[in-house]
């Protein structure tokens, strides 16, 4: 079955937020087989975001994401990697559709709540560099009749 990875930022933890995103993730039917709250290193930051190295925010994109907690979670289910964006929203909550958790507590693109995977690949690679295989769980919820 599909992974995706999905991580609360340091603002939707500050915010108390973790609660409200988790109980949409499982109203939703999804599957959470990782879940874990961390500080993130400089480190993990850098590889994490290294895509965005060059671009004139990195400094501060680091800076913001190592500066407090954040959640980090596995997800499970068919098709969850594009599930999990469309629950996400969009980068800028601006352009965020209310519904989505951007649209729904974010203002601005620099405290955007959640990153969620953008492709199949990056879930893969990203669920490596944040957990490791014996903090992932594999079990069976009753209710995935109903869902599926
Ligand atoms: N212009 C900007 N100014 C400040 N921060 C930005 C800007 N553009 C993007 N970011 C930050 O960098 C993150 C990564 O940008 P990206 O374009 O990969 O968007 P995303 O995939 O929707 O976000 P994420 O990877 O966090 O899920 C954004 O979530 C945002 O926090």
């Known amino acids: ?62 800076d913001f994401i190592t500066s407090g907690p954040v959640f980090a979670m596995v997800l499970e289910g068919e098709n969850v990697v594009e599930i999990g964006r469309t629950l996400v929203g969009k980068t800028n909550p601006a352009e965020s559709a209310p519904g989505t958790i951007r649209g729904d507590y974010g203002m601005t693109v620099g405290k955007n709540i959640i990153h969620g995977s953008d492709s199949v690949a ?8 944040w957990f490791k295989e014996d903090e992932i769980i594999d079990y069976s919820l009753v209710n995935a009749a109903w869902v599926y």
Do not use: Q
Request: charged content about 30%; glycine content about 10%.
């Open 122 to 129: 990056s879930a893969e690679k990203e669920i490596a560099l």
């Open 1 to 62: 079955m599909e992974r995706t990875f999905l991580m609360i930022k340091p603002d939707g933890v500050g915010r108390n937020l973790i609660g409200p995103i988790v109980s949409r993730i499982e109203n939703k039917g999804l599957k959470i087989v990782g879940a874990k709250l961390m500080t993130v290193s400089e480190d993990l930051a850098k590889t994490h975001y290294g895509e965005h190295s060059e671009r004139p925010f990195f400094g501060e994109l680091v």
